[in-house]
């Protein structure tokens, strides 16, 4: 029995999954949006996370629209999401608070310096589910080219909207200084790396929430 407690005792230390699942991510329902999750608590600093959640629709034709999720702590300057895992060649979809304004701008460069706009992959941000207040920026918006991409040359990658896939975030602690999806943004102080399962990111219902919430 003791033998047992400490065993579970150290693989909830080690951080093990009791439940099988290969990915890092949880199964969340918005009440908010109505949209259902599937999220991944980035950490960025010791003891506070950014929020990353990803809507798909169910079932997903090809090339599909996705819906994701950023809710950030202020200390947040930016965060963006990278849907190839890679800095380089794959759209990059960064989000910050100017004022009262949630800003979220797409970029993609090939080699890793500062990302340039890219209008290979657009976003709708989402009215309900957008917001800055006193404690964080949350942003929610539909991606028309997030889950479907050119790498390199010819190369095709599509994210399987039933599966999991390797996700990564970048986040600074400096704010770029405008609304502008074109501002400046400096370079990151993290970056890191996820599997996110979209497999639990299915709503039957996505074109209408996408509707209701815009
Ligand atoms: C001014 C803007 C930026 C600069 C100057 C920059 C620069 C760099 C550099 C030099 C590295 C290599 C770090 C190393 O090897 O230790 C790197 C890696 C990385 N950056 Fe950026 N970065 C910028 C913006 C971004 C943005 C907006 C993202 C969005 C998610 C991002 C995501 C990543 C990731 C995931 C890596 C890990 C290596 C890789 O996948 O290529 N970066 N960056
Ligand atoms: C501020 O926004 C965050 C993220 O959306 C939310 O969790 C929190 O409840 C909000 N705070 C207030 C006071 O509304």
Same mark, same amino acid.
């Given at each position: 029995?003791? &033998? !047992? ?6 693989? +909830? ?9 290969? +990915? ?10 109505? /949209? ?7 950490? /960025? ?32 300057? &930016? ?9 380089? !060649?794959?759209?990059l979809t960064i989000g910050w608070a100017s004022g009262s304004t949630a800003v979220v701008s797409v970029r993609r460069t090939t080699?890793?310096? $500062? ?8 976003? $709708? ?11 964080? &920026? ?6 028309s080219g997030c889950s479907s991409f050119t790498t390199t040359g010819s190369t095709t990658k599509n994210l399987n909207p039933t599966?999991?896939?390797?996700? +990564? ?9 405008? +609304? ?13 790396? &996820? ?19 815009a």
């Amino acid at each position: 029995m003791r &033998w !047992n407690l400490g065993l579970a005792y150290l693989a +909830a230390l080690l951080g093990c999954a009791s439940e099988g699942s290969a +990915a890092d991510t949880t199964i969340v329902r918005d009440g908010e949006t109505g /949209f259902t999750f599937s999220e991944y608590q980035a950490a /960025f600093v010791i003891g506070q996370a950014i929020t990353f959640r990803v809507a798909v629709p169910s079932p997903a034709p090809d090339k599909y629209d996705l819906v994701f999720q950023i809710i950030a702590p202020t200390a947040v300057g &930016w965060t963006g999401l990278a849907w190839g895992a890679s800095m380089v !060649n794959d759209p990059l979809t960064i989000g910050w608070a100017s004022g009262s304004t949630a800003v979220v701008s797409v970029r993609r460069t090939t080699v890793r310096t $500062q990302p340039q706009v890219y209008d290979g992959a657009t976003v $709708q941000l989402l009215r309900t589910g957008t917001r800055v207040n006193g404690t964080h &920026w949350q942003i929610t918006a539909k991606c028309s080219g997030c889950s479907s991409f050119t790498t390199t040359g010819s190369t095709t990658k599509n994210l399987n909207p039933t599966g999991s896939n390797r996700l +990564a975030f970048a986040y600074s602690k400096t704010r770029p200084n405008s +609304a502008s999806t074109a501002a400046m943004i400096s370079v990151h102080d993290v970056y890191s790396y &996820w599997d996110h399962d979209f497999s639990t990111a299915g709503n039957i219902d996505f074109a209408q929430l996408v509707q209701k919430n815009a």
